[in-house]
């Protein structure tokens, strides 16, 4: 099932908006996931810290 929701119905709760204009359609954590559209989450890893890998996930797609 596919699905798609505005960054700002995401982010709702958070500080920092306003968000841009996007529509999420899906959430990775992995580079290799990264597709047309998603989310990709950039977090501290144990081996890889997927901060450094945003340009990376903006680069295959990702819109945030």
Known sequence: ???AQSLEDLCHD???GPYPPVMIRDIVEDTREVS???LFV???G???DGRTLAGEAAAAGAVA
């Open 14 to 16: 958070l500080a920092g």
């Open 36 to 38: 047309p559209g998603c």
């Open 42 to 44: 950039a977090r501290e």
């Open 46 to 48: 144990a081996v890889v």
């Open 1 to 3: 099932m596919r699905w």
